[in-house]
């Protein structure tokens, strides 16, 4: 799909319209082999050849970052407070996209975070209507009950009286168990088990839909999805 090439220089972190403006008018930029002057233009990337200062420009329109979330991280694009965040863990050539998150995680919850400039994927994958599942992994203070399974399969009435969509909660070993969700409100799980009297210890996000956690990202760490790992979310 064609672009303006400012458009695509900014968000490549060529600096602001006015700045790749200024760059282009310079004779820097060429396109398929000509030096272009007008900023303006409209360029397919795909198919056309940017090079900048005689560098080559590798530019997608969207980008799909799965991240192993760490602790102390907030999952937002600011933080009021200047919190990090895992935007600013991401390197430089992400930083000029328009990137959210794919539902939130509490800044002491690990693991899966989605992060894209698809507004639609990412919107897509919290609706709660849209029926994707994200697993949890837990580890809670009491031992897990029958009891607790059967009320998170019927729906958890949290403290404020909120009647959560049907959950599943699968035992690993005493106080420690994969939780399955469709729907994201502010600290579900650890709401959802202090209303059964238990209390979260850890968290971690294990799988969106059909996409598991890379295990070989460590904390911190992040990679591109690949297309057909995106479909897998939607499975
Ligand atoms: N539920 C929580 O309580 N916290 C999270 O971060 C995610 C789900």
């Known amino acids: 799909m064609a672009n303006r090439l400012d458009k695509i220089l900014s968000t490549m972190g060529y ?7 200024e760059l282009v008018k310079s004779g820097s930029v060429t396109v398929d082999g000509e030096v272009i002057k007008d900023s303006s233009i409209h360029v397919d990337t795909n198919v056309q050849n940017v090079y900048v200062n005689g560098e080559k420009i590798e530019y997608k329109e969207y980008v799909y970052i799965m991240m192993n979330k760490p602790r102390g991280v907030i999952s937002a694009t600011e933080d009021e407070f200047g919190h990090e965040t895992v935007i600013d863990l991401l390197d430089d050539r992400y930083q000029g996209y328009k990137l959210s998150c794919a539902g939130r995680l509490d800044i002491d919850t690990e693991g899966l975070m989605i992060i894209s400039n698809d507004g ?12 994707v599942v994200k697993k949890y992994y837990c580890i809670v203070e009491n031992v897990i009950t029958d009891k607790d399974m059967r009320e998170f399969e019927k729906g958890v009435v949290l403290a404020d009286g909120y009647k959560c969509l049907p959950a599943r909660l699968e035992k690993i070993s005493d106080k420690e168990a994969f939780v399955y969700i469709t729907e994201g409100k502010f600290h579900q799980i650890k709401r959802m088990f202090y ?5 979260v210890r850890y968290l971690k ?4 839909g059909g996409l598991e956690l890379d295990a070989e990202l460590d904390t911190g760490e992040y990679r591109e999805l690949l297309e057909d790992e995106i479909k897998k979310i939607f499975g």
């Not at 600096?15 to 403006?21: D, T």
């Not at 209303?195 to 209390?199: D, K, L």
């Not at 996000?205 to 969106?208: A, E, G, L």
């Open 120 to 131: 639609q994927l990412v919107h897509s994958i919290i609706s709660p209507k849209k029926q």
């Open 195 to 199: 209303a059964r009297r238990n209390n």
């Open 205 to 208: 996000r294990v799988q969106i």
């Open 15 to 21: 600096g602001s319209r006015k700045q790749v403006k």
